[in-house]
């Protein structure tokens, strides 16, 4: 079956440790996005790759790194300088092209102990 | 830049009727589409229905249907026959051809009570 994976669903981490959060597709989507949701909030965009090997920041990139070597993973690490990481993160994929229609992962939700 | 309104945070509707969302957006482009995402508590996020600026019908799926007023710049949601399952959030979203991402409303949460 074709969709988006993230791993894990929960994470608890250590003020001071980066955490990375994983994210995979097999839907042949070129581009990705991940986003940051926090209690009764909409979706704040924080990073995003429309092709392999290059990506740009979305509205709140501060304190988070990604990376995009392959075309199925995306994955977004979250570093010690995010000052607030306990949130719910989604991951989401597109074809890049109009309508970009995107289908999302089922979540990771991290906190900080 | 492209603004979407969600300007109802929260609603509620009894089993079986009928409950319209309401959304709005800014943008001075032609060339758009819209969507309407639904948020489970399970949190998935799921596409509910998708609607091309460049089409006159309004989008339906099932007992989902949107108003679509593009001089108002109004894309509303009607859920008929409401079911339990549909309690969740639901986000109104704005995607303009040419640009790289999605912008979200703030969502709204909508409740059925049985």
């Known amino acids: 079956d074709g969709g988006i994976t993230q791993s894990p669903k929960y994470l608890f981490r250590k003020e001071g440790q980066n955490v990375t959060l994983s994210c995979e597709q097999n839907?042949?989507?070129?581009?990705m996005y991940w986003y940051r949701q926090d209690p009764g909030q909409g979706l704040r965009l924080i990073y995003y790759?429309?092709?392999?090997?290059?990506?740009q920041k979305g509205d709140i990139a501060e304190g988070y790194s990604v990376s995009r070597e392959k075309k199925e993973s995306f994955p977004l690490t979250v570093t010690s300088a995010q000052k607030n990481p306990t949130a719910f993160y989604l991951c989401?994929?597109?074809?890049?092209?109009?309508?970009?229609?995107?289908?999302f992962g089922p979540g990771t939700r991290l906190t900080v102990l | 830049a492209q603004t979407v309104t969600q300007s109802q945070p929260e609603m509620s509707v009894q089993e079986a009727e009928t409950v319209t969302l309401s959304c709005t957006y800014d943008?001075?482009?032609?060339?758009?589409?819209l969507f309407w995402y639904k948020q489970p508590p399970s949190r998935q996020m799921i596409l509910v229905i998708r609607?091309?600026?460049?089409?006159?019908q309004n989008a339906t799926e099932n007992r989902f249907s949107v108003n679509f007023q593009k001089a108002a710049k109004s894309f509303s949601l009607k859920i008929s026959d409401s079911q339990l399952g549909d309690t969740a959030m639901y986000f109104c979203?704005?995607?303009?051809?040419?640009?790289?991402?999605?912008?979200f409303g703030k969502g709204m949460k909508l409740t059925v009570n049985p």
């Open positions: 989401a994929s597109s074809s890049g092209l109009a309508p970009n229609e995107q289908f």
């Open positions: 839907l042949n989507h070129d581009a």
């Open positions: 790759s429309q092709i392999v090997n290059d990506f």
């Open positions: 943008t001075s482009e032609n060339n758009y589409y």
């Open positions: 609607q091309e600026a460049y089409k006159q």
């Open positions: 979203a704005f995607f303009q051809g040419g640009s790289e991402k999605l912008v």
